[in-house]
């Protein structure tokens, strides 16, 4: 009986001792320690950032700068002559802030992080906890919230419906229109399908996201004559057919028999229709409509000459900024060279525009776990948001940045300052090293589980610098979820206090609206 306490008693200690190791598991009861483990991070003596944070006066120095431009915020009340709103898909908080530590430091700034103003909104759709792009694109471009799944029509339409989206009075008419209809111009840039949900949010009514072309209406049991899809809305809708640029990825939604000029394959329409060359043939008059397919074509287009420019770099969505870089991809422009053109086609209407512009594959490189491409997209967003920032006055033009959700991604551990954001952070009580990146599910799960001995696999032994190496996921999912909290609103310019505090996601189109004067709704005009 005595060994047996004995032995109980050493398996208590043990614990204890584990527990306060850097992942052991947490008990009740113990030291503060045992949640923030004593560390001893390698600082480089040589570094100069190091030395000057290592003095009192760096942050008194810090904090006083900061308080001085808070108090030195005046609200700027003119009227926005031009709106830009630009979207991370799925582009979490925690994806910002590790996205500033891909740019080079956890310091650093990211171009957008630097706005005056900044709020959280509630991303649910009405049926779901956790959204999707649709719904949440119906709540922050036609400002209704909706159900999941569903584009630009109210909670009375449920997603497959064949019949429930014919009753115009289900629509809701996004900021593009309210623009269109008090005299600005307005345009979308994606590196997605153009018709893919967020992006359609601008045009498009649909119960289905997916219906992307009439194949897929007739899939779920609809007619294509009575359903428009949402590349014959682009091409035909009341909004679609008047905006001045539309550019992104989604060729073989327009064309069925025509041989796509980069892949030589063919589209994925069973209609036969080539929905390019009917916006080419809608042209009136003089009016100059340009379609192009390529990054030379796209930076050879005359803006001033130009009146409609349609550029669909890819059949599907564009490639990944990375992919682009490292397969020498040269037919691929880049997102900001898109924004660049289109503002400058836009920027010719006097009265002013309005540019929706996603940056939609960070959402996709979250649901592969490949971690890599998410925070690199993020970067090219920040990009095209910088040059949006240098080429319009604060003054006249408000930009909004958000995402329409987040996702299950993690920033955790306790690397070394400085570290490699896709490194290791610490030893799992498993005596194995765990990363810094982690998902709550996905397809990382197979990469990082050992099928054979149980637990998990040692990344240590892994090759995990290549841009498709998939980080670690807690629960088997062939594409990892969305997530449920709220996203972060950056804003700058005219009425751009307006979007400080936490708020419901369909709110911003009509803060937009106020600041530009346009809509139904209250007006900073009114």
Known sequence: ?????????????????????????????????????????????????????????????????????????????RVAKNVIFF??????YTTVALARAYLGGEEKEIAFSNFKNIGMTRTYCIDYQ????????????????????????????????????LDESTHTPSIAKWALDAGKDAGLVTTTRVTHASPAGV??????RDWENDAEVTKNGCDPELISDIAKQLVHGEVGKQLKVVLGGGRREF?????????????????????????????????????VWNKQDLLSVDAESTDRLMGLFDPSHCPYNLERIHNNLTLQPTLEEMVDKATDILSKNPNGFFLFVEGGRIDHGHHDNFARYALDETVELA???????????????????????????????YANRG???????????DGLPYTTINYANGLGYHVHMDSVNGGRKNISEMDTSGDEFRFPATAPLYSETHAGEDVAVFASGPWSHLFTGTYEQNTLPHMMAYAACIGDGLTACS
């Open 1 to 77: 009986m005595m060994q047996l306490v004995k032995v109980l008693l050493a398996v208590v200690v043990n614990y204890l001792l584990v527990g306060t190791s850097q992942a052991g598991p947490v008990k009740k009861g113990l030291s503060y320690e045992s949640y923030h483990p004593k560390l001893q991070p390698e600082i480089n003596p040589l570094s100069t950032l190091a030395e000057q944070e290592a003095t009192v006066n760096y942050w008194l120095n810090n904090a006083k700068d900061t308080a001085q431009k808070l108090i030195n915020l005046e609200e700027n009340k």
């Open 87 to 92: 979207i991370g898909d799925g582009m979490s």
């Open 130 to 165: 956790v959204p999707d792009s649709a719904c949440t694109a119906t709540a922050y471009l036609a400002g209704v919230k909706a159900n999941y799944g569903t584009i630009g029509v109210n909670g009375k339409v449920p997603k497959y419906d064949c019949t429930a989206e």
């Open 203 to 208: 045009f498009a009514h649909t119960a289905n």
């Open 255 to 291: 064309h069925h028999s025509d041989l796509d000029p980069e892949t030589g394959k063919t589209g994925k329409r069973n209609d036969n229709r080539n929905l390019i060359q009917e916006w080419l043939d809608l042209a009136e008059g003089s009016e100059n409509r340009t379609y």
């Open 383 to 413: 990009k095209a948001i910088d040059l949006a920032q240098k080429k319009f006055s604060e003054e006249d033009t408000l930009i909004v940045v958000s995402s329409d959700h987040s996702h299950t991604v993690s920033y955790s551990g």
């Open 419 to 429: 570290a490699d954001i896709f490194g290791l952070a610490g030893t799992g009580s």
